[in-house]
């Protein structure tokens, strides 16, 4: 392309850098761009002036201010139903189940977005709906990946209460649960929000690896026993890092 102004490849040759080490020196930006000493230190000046890098006492350069700035923008203005939404329509034409987006509200999930069933059976579940925490796989895995301190605030004085026949209601086994969901990474509900209903949900992170939402998807009970499970929860899985990588979110092992 004629018009790519090379000077600006440059210097964000040199901020790329920065997105493997945290901290630089003149003589090791050079060294790991290959740009002749003379441009990095004329471009590094520039970028020091602009507040894109800072430079500490020992001098050592790294990201500047203005980029935490420009990421709570970007993250401000990030409307996770419009970035799930296309990924939620391509697990729901491999699954053809309902796929439901949540996010937290308070101490509860709230439904923000629903692909409904290709089946003829329809699911009560609908957008706008809200459940505990502790309840239902979409609420759940939410909860589970909550700080520990906030986790456990919330489940010292909550009461747990009966919605369908199978909400867990004992907070030991709840906690189990909880282990759990944080080791595979999922975690699946029958009958806890409404009767003959099966959900297996996986989280959506941010750039900063806090949950922000969660991913799901949902059936009759029938069509959910464990055989089954495998293929659809690692899609599930799938799909929940797909969007967390849309936010920033980077997987580590």
Same mark, same amino acid.
């Given at each position: 392309?004629?018009?790519?102004?090379?000077?600006?490849?440059?210097?964000?040759?040199?901020?790329?850098?920065?997105?493997?080490?945290?901290? /630089?020196?003149?003589? *090791?930006?050079?060294?790991?761009?290959?740009?002749?000493?003379?441009?990095?230190?004329?471009?590094?000046?520039?970028?020091? *002036?602009?507040?894109?890098?800072?430079?500490?006492?020992?001098?050592?350069?790294?990201?500047?201010?203005?980029?935490?700035?420009?990421?709570?923008?970007?993250?401000?203005? =990030?409307?996770?139903?419009?970035?799930?939404?296309?990924?939620?329509?391509?697990l729901h034409d491999e699954v053809g189940e309902s796929v439901n987006l949540s996010v937290q509200d308070g101490e509860e999930a709230l439904y923000v977005e629903r692909l409904d069933t290709n089946q003829c059976v329809r699911l009560y579940m609908a957008i706008g709906r809200r459940a505990p925490l502790y309840a239902g796989a979409c609420s759940r895995v939410i909860l589970a990946f909550l700080p520990h301190d906030k986790r456990e605030k919330y489940l010292e004085k909550i009461e747990m209460n009966s919605?369908?026949?199978?909400?867990?209601?004992?907070?030991?086994? =709840?906690? =189990?649960? /909880? *282990?759990?969901?944080?080791?595979?990474?999922?975690?699946?509900?029958?009958?806890?929000?409404?009767?003959?209903?099966?959900?297996?949900?996986?989280?959506?992170?941010?750039?900063?690896?806090?949950?922000?939402?969660?991913?799901?998807? *949902?059936? =009759?009970?029938?069509?959910?026993?464990?055989?089954?499970?495998?293929?659809?929860?690692?899609?599930?899985?799938?799909?929940?890092?797909?969007?967390?990588?849309?936010?920033?979110?980077?997987?580590?092992?």
């Amino acid at each position: 392309m004629q018009s790519i102004n090379k000077t600006v490849v440059k210097s964000m040759d040199i901020l790329n850098l920065f997105l493997t080490y945290s901290k /630089l020196s003149l003589n *090791e930006i050079v060294q790991f761009s290959g740009i002749p000493r003379t441009s990095i230190y004329r471009m590094v000046t520039s970028l020091e *002036e602009m507040g894109l890098l800072d430079k500490d006492d020992n001098g050592k350069y790294s990201l500047g201010l203005l980029f935490l700035q420009f990421g709570h923008l970007v993250a401000e203005r =990030l409307d996770i139903r419009q970035v799930a939404l296309p990924i939620m329509q391509k697990l729901h034409d491999e699954v053809g189940e309902s796929v439901n987006l949540s996010v937290q509200d308070g101490e509860e999930a709230l439904y923000v977005e629903r692909l409904d069933t290709n089946q003829c059976v329809r699911l009560y579940m609908a957008i706008g709906r809200r459940a505990p925490l502790y309840a239902g796989a979409c609420s759940r895995v939410i909860l589970a990946f909550l700080p520990h301190d906030k986790r456990e605030k919330y489940l010292e004085k909550i009461e747990m209460n009966s919605i369908a026949s199978g909400t867990i209601i004992d907070k030991k086994k =709840l906690r =189990l649960i /909880l *282990e759990e969901s944080q080791q595979t990474g999922y975690t699946v509900s029958h009958s806890e929000l409404e009767n003959y209903i099966a959900e297996m949900a996986a989280p959506i992170f941010n750039y900063k690896g806090h949950v922000i939402a969660s991913i799901s998807i *949902e059936s =009759l009970d029938v069509n959910y026993q464990k055989m089954m499970l495998p293929p659809l929860i690692e899609k599930v899985k799938n799909a929940a890092l797909e969007i967390s990588q849309k936010f920033g979110y980077i997987k580590t092992m």
